[in-house]
């Protein structure tokens, strides 16, 4: 990732973890009932997938790089690869099931009932599930 800090210090406010404004002197909570619920769930989700797509000013996410080798037109080597680069292949067995029951979604190999062929698995989708794993989320 490159540059963007105040962007990123925006959005991290956003979620509720404003930069250096913690009250406590331990910092921001770190057990489960301060962070999981339904609103800060999806607000992670949208930073993600705004992470992953570029969408942040001044802020770039070099997904391609990860990629160097894999082919795109295979979900499941894309998701093996950003578990590798993203969670270190620390994940769970429930969490990789998950994940992988996504790889024949439309929405990850944008593909339509017309197409014949493989799809081009949506990489940034896919790096946004991966971001929004339970593995990733306690870092």
């Known amino acids: 990732m490159l540059g963007g800090g105040f962007p990123l210090s925006r959005q991290a406010a956003s979620l509720g973890e404003p930069l250096y404004e913690a009250q406590p002197p331990t910092g ?5 009932e301060a962070w999981v619920n339904t609103g800060a769930l999806l607000g992670r ?3 993600a997938l705004g992470l992953a797509h570029n969408r942040f000013p001044a802020t ?8 160097v080798g894999v082919d795109r037109r295979r979900p499941e080597e894309v998701l093996n690869r950003l578990l590798a680069v993203i ?18 979604s439309p929405e990850i190999t944008r593909s339509t ?5 493989p799809g081009h ?10 971001l929004g794993s339970p593995e990733f989320q306690r870092r």
Do not use: Y
């Open 113 to 117: 009932a017309d197409d014949r062929g």
């Open 87 to 104: 969670l270190q292949r620390q994940v769970s067995p429930e969490t990789r099931a998950v994940l992988a029951a996504q790889l024949d």
């Open 121 to 130: 698995t949506d990489v940034e989708r896919l790096a946004a599930l991966v």
């Open 45 to 47: 989700m949208n930073f």
């Open 60 to 67: 770039r996410v070099e997904l391609g790089k990860a990629l």
């Open 28 to 32: 921001h909570p770190d057990v489960a």
